[in-house]
């Protein structure tokens, strides 16, 4: 009777070790700052950046001439020409506010086009290797909610998903860049 406890209690404690809760961590942030589709995404969006600040650059110009031209004959023309002016420099300054505010929103549209399939191939990268690992829990460590990690408790996923999604070993986040 003896032999049989023994035997059902070693093999509860082999079932509950085997079911033992896992848990992992990685950094989001740093995965995704390290994929190859990030970098080309960046360089999209500081394209696009220039794009736009280039036509900014070209109204602020257009703008300046005609406050120059104004500030210099306005003491020339009559009443009806200095109003028509100044209202041709009024409309200049509302075109220039609505491409400010259309380009920040185009810009942060693009932004999210361009990285939410980033996003979501490191989330497959993790979930797979969340499954194969047979993890209950991973936590990003990019958000800085974890106030305690013990990192022995804690699988640090970001060798793995750096392996899955192709990034080589060596490569670093660049805020992690020797000084």
């Known amino acids: 009777m003896k ?27 740093e995965l995704v700052s390290l994929m190859s589709e ?17 036509e900014m650059d070209a109204m602020q110009t257009e703008y300046n001439t005609k406050l120059n031209t104004y500030q210099q004959k306005s003491s020339t023309w009559t009443a009806a020409i200095r109003e028509s002016k100044e209202n041709e ?18 810009l942060a549209n ?11 191939k490191a ?11 047979n993890l209950l829990y991973i936590f990003d460590t990019s958000a800085g909610a974890i106030i305690y990690m013990d990192e022995t408790q804690s699988m640090n996923l970001l060798p793995q998903a750096k ?7 060596e490569k670093v986040a660049p805020s992690q860049l020797p000084q």
């Not at 990030?38 to 280039?54: F, G, P």
């Not at 420099?89 to 185009?106: G, P």
């Open 110 to 120: 693009m932004q999210q086009t361009l990285m939410t399939p980033i996003y979501q």
């Open 123 to 133: 989330q497959e990268a993790i979930n797979k290797i969340g499954k194969d690992n």
């Open 3 to 29: 032999k049989i406890i023994l035997i059902l209690f070693v093999a509860a404690s082999a079932t509950i070790a085997a079911n033992a809760q896992k848990f992992g961590h990685i950094n989001t942030g």
């Open 38 to 54: 990030t970098d080309s995404a960046m360089v999209q969006l500081q394209a696009y950046q220039n794009e736009l600040l280039e």
């Open 163 to 169: 392996a899955a999604l192709g990034i080589p070993a």
């Open 89 to 106: 420099l009024s409309e200049i300054v509302q075109r220039l506010n609505q491409f400010q505010q259309t380009a920040q929103q185009d």
